[in-house]
């Protein structure tokens, strides 16, 4: 078996009539890299969930007033950043405590509330469900034998 070998590609000699070639070459994204040893710990994202609930009107608006009284100490803050915070006090008690504040709290029905503001408009009557019928194929219709008439 023979071998080939490839020769070194060379250079043109630029004169003064061609232009340098420029290119463009992207350098490489730098990662920096800590050691562990210098005690750099990578947090990783929490995963986010997004979810629905009922909640009285009263307590709805003691949102809106702490979110205000917090623009007014100079932090902007949105609803559910003050239900975390509350969340973050009520982790932070001890057992007795976080009863105590759990049996304070009155229980509401779950779900959608009526709007008690509006008049219930009637339901729609369901109409009768029709299945489609099928489309007729046209049988073929056999010809008369033909007879010789004498």
Do not use: C, W, Y
């Not at 990783?44 to 608006?61: A, N, Q």
């Not at 915070?85 to 009863?99: I, P, V």
């Not at 729609?124 to 099928?134: I, L, M, N, Q």
């Amino acid at each position: 078996m023979t071998t080939i070998e490839k020769k070194p590609a060379t250079a043109t000699p630029q004169t003064a009539s061609q232009p340098a070639l420029k290119t463009k070459t992207k350098a490489a994204p730098t990662a920096s890299v800590q050691p562990a040893s210098q005690g750099v710990v990578k947090v990783k994202k929490t995963k986010l969930v997004r979810d629905s609930f009922t909640i009285p009107k009263d307590e709805f608006e003691a949102l809106g007033t702490i979110k205000h009284r917090a623009q007014a100490a100079g932090l902007s803050i949105k609803k559910s950043e003050v239900l975390r915070a509350g969340l973050r006090l009520l982790s932070g008690l001890n057992d007795k405590a976080l009863l105590t504040a759990l049996k304070a709290v009155p229980t509401i029905k779950t779900g959608r509330p009526k709007n008690e503001d509006t008049v219930e408009a009637p339901k729609p009557v369901a109409k009768a469900k029709v299945k489609p019928k099928a489309a007729k194929t046209a049988k073929p219709v056999k010809a008369a034998p033909v007879t010789a008439q004498p």
